[in-house]
């Protein structure tokens, strides 16, 4: 009976966290509408300090700069603060003349790698303006993006926006167009809760904003930075939100081993916020339990879940035709990624397949994630995902 029951619990949470959640969130979200208390385009907004830690970034930090050169905000200011963490390439040279043509454009070189988070600490200490946007190199702006992020913060009521993140040069010779996927769902995710509650789940690290007096100093160990500071503006009693029209562009992964190593850094980080926010779980906050537990708590755990609906159907595939069938099915998909891998290897990319091999690489980092959790997390220094894969 005891297996029966583990069974039926964690197929029923696998099942909440990817298909129930997400159809009650667009059913509660057919009746609200998002955020209009903002600035207008015909008037004012708000300056904004943009933020960058970058590290080796020479074949994209020009592009970066000039995007938010050209961006629009009237009647706004712009500031740019650059921190290089040590980088080796021709990155500091780049930043170097760009600042000699452009006066709002400032940089610190770090001559020891010290991590995003800390570099971000530093540099709010620099900023001046009340709003900032934190951003990643490799993530262009639109010539609105500013101006779409900047807008809402006439709502004294919110205190982060998270951009609207689209991909570039998708491939089915890897993973890129399952990975914009997955992207893809999660944005609409995001702006379901956010009009909902106002509990947006952790904005997408590459371009968000927020008041910076609600900006709070990433520990120096912690992977996952953008999810804390989203969870401490919500914990402060302020809207986390995402603006679909506050459009950026990346180059969205191709290569899984590169994406797997990135995912099972962000998973380690997934579980110390998971120990650090664990009370959240239970929160007064209107919204903040439910969406935290559904989007992320299960989410992260979906590989005990996973197991354990395997372990459990294998004990009872002796006595029960129906786990027997189960189990079969369980084991199909299993192999699944090893058909795509052998497929791949003679240059037939099943798009399908490559969507099953994703999940289970997904759930295998977030796995590995909590290994390295467990291990210990001694540094946040990151090394950037290869570029054009």
Known sequence: MIFIAIFWISFAALMHTYIVYPVVLAILASRKSSNRNCHHITGEAPAVSVLMAVHNEQDVIEDKI?????????????????????STDSTNEILEKLANEYDFLSFVFFETRRGKSAIINELVKLSREDVIVISDAN????????????????NPEIGLVDSHMMHRGLKKSGISIQ???????????????????????????????L??????????????????????????GYKAILDPEA???EDVSNSLGEEFRRKVRIAAGNFQNLKQFSAFMFSGIRGLSFSFISHKVLRWLGPFFLAAVFLSALWLSPEHDFYRYILTLQIFILLLPIIDYVLGKIKMHIVILRFVTHFISMNLALLAGFVKFLIGVKSNVWHPTRRNQ
Request: hydrophobic share 40%; proline share 3%; glycine share 10%.
């Open 66 to 86: 000039k995007s938010i050169l050209t961006s629009i905000l009237p009647g706004g200011r712009v500031e740019i603060f650059v921190g290089s963490d040590a």
């Open 139 to 154: 993530v262009i702006f639109d010539r609105h993006t500013l101006f779409k992020l900047a807008r809402h913060f006439r």
């Open 179 to 209: 990975e914009s996927a997955y992207i893809t769902r999660e944005v609409r995710i995001k702006y379901f809760e956010g009009i909902i509650w106002g509990t947006m789940m952790g904005p997408f690290g590459g371009c968000y904003a």
């Open 211 to 236: 008041r910076r007096e609600l900006y709070s100093e990433v520990p120096g160990s912690f992977l996952v930075d953008d999810f804390y500071i989203c969870m401490k503006v919500i914990d402060s």
């Open 247 to 249: 459009y950026v562009h």
